[in-house]
């Protein structure tokens, strides 16, 4: 033990005079062979490499702050949730459809430009039962791009200027933090040391925080359509 303990010692002192105690500090952290711009590019890649994963937390969509839990696969399927301050819905998507149930003050919002007797009446018919579509139907674009995980990690294809820091823990994982200042704010990542690198949190200060965990590594989703019992089709209805 002595010996190793020694050779250790040489090492960093040889080290230390060839390159400056600095360089030779940041080369014993995690991914030392990489920089923090490299380090995030793979914990981006080691998202897509996953045949699933559930991503939750709070963003921002045109000004207004949202709060969402989906998990979503490769193939396509998702389940989950999307909230704001105008209504929830839940969202189940399968290779076949999609399937929506919102709450009241959600169709409300949709509907505040219709006369107030049809309004009632569609809200009424809608509010709280699961209205199915066809996953193929143009108007479920931006609900399909919720549940295409190529698209969703678009957004963190940006890693230029990106900063190693300290190690620390996601739920028991540790993870070493990466910083990028932005137009925005500042953007915290934290990406894992130990097994694959995936992305595990990732946070943006300033005046549209936001803050997403990725958890649930592929693990199967359950995109089970609901009973038809609880399901409107208008293609039935006509």
């Not at 399968?94 to 709450?103: E, G, H, L, P, S």
């Not at 190529?150 to 900063?163: I, M, N």
Request: glycine residues 8%; aromatic residues 4%; hydrophobic residues 35%.
């Amino acid at each position: 033990m002595r010996t190793a303990h020694r050779l250790t010692a040489t090492a960093a002192l040889a080290c230390a005079t060839a390159l400056g105690l600095t360089g030779c500090l940041q080369a014993s952290g995690p991914f030392p062979d990489l920089s923090g711009s490299q380090v995030a590019d793979k914990s981006v890649d080691a998202l897509r490499g996953a045949t699933s994963l559930t991503v939750s937390g709070n963003v921002w969509d045109e000004g207004k702050p949202l709060q969402l839990n989906m998990a979503v696969s490769k193939a396509g399927d998702c389940k989950g949730s999307i909230s704001s301050k105008e209504g929830s819905f839940e969202l189940i998507r399968n290779a076949q459809n999609v399937f929506i149930k919102a709450d009241e003050p959600f169709y409300r919002e949709q509907m505040k430009d219709l006369p107030k007797e049809q309004a009632d009446a569609a809200v009424k018919q809608l509010a709280g039962h699961w209205l199915k579509t066809k996953t193929s139907d143009p108007d479920m674009k931006d609900l399909a791009d919720l549940c295409d995980l190529d698209q969703l990690l678009k957004e963190f294809e940006d890693s230029k200027g990106a900063q190693k820091g300290k190690t620390t823990t996601v739920d028991g994982q540790e993870a070493l933090t990466l910083t990028t200042k932005t137009t925005e704010g500042t953007e915290t990542a934290l990406v894992a040391t130990k097994g694959e690198p995936y992305l595990l949190k990732v946070s943006l200060d300033g005046k549209e925080p936001s803050d997403l965990t990725f958890t649930g590594f592929n693990k199967p989703v359950q995109a089970d359509a609901p009973a038809d019992k609880d399901v409107i089709d208008p293609d039935k209805q006509g």
